[in-house]
C-alpha cells in the first residue's frame, strides 16, 4: 500500500489506454504527434525501458503535476508508462501511439472533466514536442 503523502507510481494496467477509454471522467481528443517526438517515440518502442523514459521526458514538459504519460499501441501492451499522482485520477493523462506511419502516430490526451482549466491543458498539450522552449534555449546562452 503506498504510504500516506507519498505520490504512488502508475503501473501499466492501471493506465491501459482500454481502460481510459471507457472511463467517462475523462474528456479526450487525439491529434497527429509533433514529428521531433515521432522520432523520439520511435527510437523508444526498440529497446527495453526506453519507452517509460521517453514517458518521463514528456512528463517533464506536461502543464500539471498530476499527471501520467503511457506510450501503448492502439491494439496491444503498454510499452511504457511514467507520472506521479497522489490519487487513481490524474488531472491529465497523455497516450503517444505508435505506427508505422508517420501521419498515423497519434497523442491522445484525457483531461478530468472536473477542471475548469481543461482547455488550457487541452491547448498547452497539443502536439505535444520536447524540442527546446523559447525561454530555455534565452536561458541556456545567458
Same mark, same amino acid.
Given at each position: 500500500? +503506498?504510504?500516506?503523502?507519498? +505520490?504512488?507510481? +502508475?503501473? =501499466? @494496467?492501471?493506465?491501459?489506454?482500454?481502460? #481510459?477509454?471507457?472511463?467517462?471522467?475523462?474528456?479526450?481528443?487525439?491529434?497527429?504527434?509533433?514529428? *521531433?517526438?515521432?522520432?523520439?517515440? =520511435?527510437?523508444?518502442?526498440?529497446?527495453?525501458?526506453?519507452?517509460? @523514459?521517453?514517458? !518521463?521526458?514528456? #512528463?517533464?514538459?506536461?502543464?500539471?503535476?498530476?499527471?501520467?504519460?503511457?506510450?501503448?499501441?492502439? &491494439?496491444?501492451?503498454?510499452?511504457?508508462?511514467?507520472? !506521479? &499522482?497522489?490519487?487513481?485520477?490524474?488531472?491529465?493523462?497523455?497516450?503517444?501511439?505508435?505506427?508505422?506511419?508517420?501521419?498515423?502516430?497519434? !497523442?491522445?490526451?484525457?483531461?478530468?472533466? @472536473?477542471?475548469?482549466? =481543461?482547455?488550457?491543458?487541452? !491547448?498547452?498539450?497539443?502536439?505535444?514536442?520536447?524540442? +527546446?522552449?523559447?525561454?530555455?534555449?534565452?536561458? *541556456?546562452?545567458?
Amino acid at each position: 500500500a +503506498p504510504k500516506p503523502g507519498v +505520490p504512488a507510481s +502508475p503501473t =501499466r @494496467s492501471t493506465y491501459a489506454p482500454s481502460k #481510459l477509454l471507457l472511463d467517462e471522467r475523462y474528456e479526450r481528443r487525439a491529434c497527429c504527434m509533433h514529428l *521531433s517526438l515521432v522520432s523520439e517515440l =520511435r527510437e523508444s518502442i526498440e529497446g527495453e525501458g526506453k519507452a517509460t @523514459s521517453l514517458c !518521463q521526458r514528456v #512528463l517533464e514538459r506536461l502543464p500539471e503535476q498530476e499527471a501520467v504519460v503511457v506510450v501503448a499501441s492502439a &491494439v496491444g501492451r503498454t510499452l511504457g508508462v511514467a507520472g !506521479q &499522482v497522489e490519487n487513481p485520477s490524474p488531472k491529465i493523462v497523455l497516450w503517444l501511439i505508435p505506427d508505422p506511419a508517420d501521419i498515423d502516430c497519434k !497523442q491522445t490526451t484525457f483531461v478530468l472533466k @472536473s477542471l475548469e482549466n =481543461r482547455e488550457m491543458l487541452f !491547448q498547452s498539450t497539443y502536439k505535444l514536442s520536447l524540442e +527546446p522552449r523559447a525561454s530555455e534555449e534565452v536561458a *541556456s546562452t545567458e
